[in-house]
């Protein structure tokens, strides 16, 4: 079983950066599929950024692109999301998540384990 715990959220002006980090533990295979997604109050999770571990292959939705990086540190299982130049907009809680192997959709339900998320308020 897989366990995830992010980190890293906070409350900056709108402009500035975060970092969040997302750690992985437990029965970690050779690859997997990791994600970011993201939860405004009153809307629903959508997905941000994903990478395969296995590979490094990278891909960010286009309301985030050029502002927002994924990467890894793949020999200490952690994931990482540098989020720069951060609006009110981007303003929620931040979840990651993971499946085996590969990368198959952007929804809730391609993931199969989630983390307890950790909150980014971003201030005008």
Not at 4 to 8: C, D, H, K, Q, Y
Not at 19 to 27: D, Q, T
């Given at each position: 079983q897989v366990r995830?715990?992010?980190?890293?959220g906070g409350s900056v002006q709108a402009g500035q950066s975060l970092?969040?980090?997302?750690?992985?533990?437990?029965?970690i295979g050779n690859s997997?599929?990791?994600a970011w997604f993201r939860q405004a109050r009153g809307k629903e999770r959508e997905g941000v950024a994903r990478l395969v571990t296995g590979t490094?292959?990278?891909r960010?939705?286009?309301?985030?692109?050029?502002?927002?990086?994924?990467s890894q540190d793949y020999?200490?299982?952690?994931v990482y999301l540098e989020m720069n130049n951060l609006e009110p907009g981007d303003s929620?809680?931040?979840?990651c998540a993971a499946r085996p192997l590969w990368c198959v959709g952007w929804t809730t339900a391609d993931f199969e384990t989630w983390g307890q998320g950790t909150?980014?308020?971003?201030?005008s």
């Open positions: 995830l715990a992010e980190s890293g970092r969040l980090s997302c750690e992985a533990s437990g029965n997997n599929c990791v490094g292959d990278t960010v939705v286009d309301s985030v692109n050029g502002r927002f990086t994924i020999s200490k299982n952690m929620g809680m931040y979840y909150h980014v308020t971003v201030s």
